[in-house]
Nanobody
Framework: EVVLVESGGGSVQPGGSLRLSCTVS?????MAWFRQSPSKGREGLAT???????KVADSVRGRFAISKAVYKDILYLQIHDAQPDDSGMYYC???????????????????WGQGTQVTVSS
């Protein structure tokens, strides 16, 4: 079993920045950040695989970045120039060997964190 715990969510003004963290009990071949919102449903945002290949969804490219702490199993999602549409519950997820990409089927990710809420408003 893999345990994931997200943190770092909160309220931010439009144009602001936020860094989300996900502490992982064990690294898996594909790690991802997803967002769930009433307006857009569940969206894959970014992924990182075992070779540190990072992919970001077109919808947030240039504003979101995924990274992993060196020597620690902590996954990060950096959000820049936050927009009201970025509001939602953010989840990190762990999956096995797959085509590791933000468009991957969420059902391929076996383990999920409890989520951290991000609210973007003035």
């Amino acid at each position: 079993e893999v345990v994931l715990v997200e943190s770092g969510g909160g309220s931010v003004q439009p144009g602001g920045s936020l860094r989300l963290s996900c502490t992982v009990s064990r690294r898996t071949p594909c790690m991802a950040w997803f967002r769930q919102s009433p307006s857009k449903g569940r969206e894959g945002l970014a992924t990182i695989d075992m070779s540190e290949d990072k992919k970001v969804a077109d919808s947030v490219r240039g504003r979101f970045a995924i990274s992993k702490a060196v020597y620690k199993d902590i996954l990060y999602l950096q959000i820049h120039d936050a927009q009201p549409d970025d509001s939602g519950m953010y989840y990190c997820a762990a999956g096995g060997w797959m085509d590791c990409h933000p468009a991957a089927d969420p059902y391929l990710f076996t383990y999920w964190g409890q989520g951290t809420q991000v609210t973007v408003s003035s």
